[in-house]
């Protein structure tokens, strides 16, 4: 295990790594960012991660009126520039991004309208959200051994044949920006904000930094796109893949599983408008009726955090969660 700056850890989830569990869980609930060595163990090899990229930018680079066919709707589809504000209370313009929202499919079957180039390339991009829920029960198994529960215990709330859920695979384009729509001071590519659902696995690219974490102390911390510097010596070594904990762990763990605050910043060290950023998150989401109580843990119990989440005696669902967080996000009503 390496440390990266922000305090991230790089961890080896491979068998021969008996520490797995126990280190994923530490960084859970240190900052709640860790990072993912990408080797077999992680099921993503780099082809498919470069494949999956290589669709996003062609989908972003091509026409505007190929993107408009498939505008955003129940969270699926293209999310135009400043569309999404995701720090409401203080953005005075949007976020300086456009994204593509892709949900679940169902037997390697989008459930919402696909534009090109995702729609002739069906089977790329579904297999490759399978392999992202395949990497995330994963280490929701390693989550369970930690805290020495059922293996399946977050698994099983996550498993996709068993009904709906607010999964969500996002790519990500933040562009840079001509001189006379330069950013202003306070203008930002993602606001802050912590992310709604279980787990997100976060692919990035190399040269193409921005991402920030807020640390306990109130500052904010770059999160490095290679966290061990191997680029530099071997610049086809696959980069590991990012996991931060998601609100839904959070609350299922007392609060003892950090879910930390992060943005997208328009990097100081490229030009005013910034330079080009990729990035794809896999937004893990469990069925939409999974209840937000405590998880039966010896360590949650005696942890005093705060845990569960209760409106007026009701035990929220993911899906109430979720329609919350979306409501703020879009401007519009839960
Ligand atoms: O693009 C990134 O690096 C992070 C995006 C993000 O935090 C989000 O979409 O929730
Ligand atoms: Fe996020």
Redo the contacts with the bound molecule.
């Keep these: 295990m390496s440390k990266a700056s922000a305090d991230i850890p790089v961890i080896d989830i491979s068998p021969s790594n008996s520490e797995a569990a126990k280190q994923i869980l530490a960084a859970a609930e240190n900052n709640g960012f860790l990072f993912i060595e990408n080797n077999a163990a992680a099921g993503m090899p780099p082809a498919k991660v470069d494949e999956m990229f290589d669709l996003s930018k062609k989908f972003f680079q091509g026409p505007v009126e190929n993107k408009k066919e498939c505008p955003t709707q129940n969270n699926r589809g293209w999310v135009s520039m400043q569309q999404e504000t ?1 720090d409401p209370g203080n953005q005075k313009r949007g976020d300086f991004k456009e ?1 593509f929202n892709l949900g679940e499919f169902a037997n390697n079957k989008p459930n919402q309208p696909l534009p090109k180039p995702f729609s002739n390339n069906v089977n790329t991009v579904a297999d490759f959200s399978k392999s992202c829920h395949a990497l995330c029960n994963r280490i929701l198994e390693l989550f369970a051994e930690a805290l020495d529960i059922p293996s399946d215990w977050f698994s099983s709330r996550h498993d996709q044949s068993n009904g709906a859920s607010g999964t969500i695979m ?1 790519l ?1 384009y ?1 562009p840079s920006v001509s001189d006379n729509l330069a950013p202003e001071e306070d203008d930002i590519r ?1 606001g802050a ?1 912590s ?1 709604y659902g279980t787990l ?1 696995l ?1 692919f ?1 690219l190399p040269s193409q930094p ?2 920030e974490i807020l640390t306990p102390s109130g500052t904010w911390s770059s999160v490095p796109v290679d966290p061990k510097n191997t680029l530099p010596i071997d610049p086809s070594a696959p980069l590991p893949i990012l996991v931060n904990i998601g609100d839904l762990m959070s609350y299922w763990t007392n609060g003892l599983l950090k879910s930390t605050v ?1 943005r ?1 910043i328009f990097p100081k060290e490229a030009r005013k408008g910034g330079e080009d ?1 990729y ?1 794809m ?1 896999y ?1 893990c989401h469990p069925l939409d009726e999974a209840e937000l109580v405590a998880v039966p843990s010896k360590r949650i119990e005696q942890y005093k955090g705060q845990g569960g989440v209760e409106k007026g005696g009701k035990v929220l669902t993911a899906k109430d969660h979720l329609l919350e967080r979306l409501a703020a996000t879009y401007g519009t009503k839960a």
Excluded: I, K, N, W
């Design positions: 995701l994204a996002r990500l933040y993602a904000h992310d997100t976060l990035q921005g991402l992060h997208v950023r990035s998150a937004f």
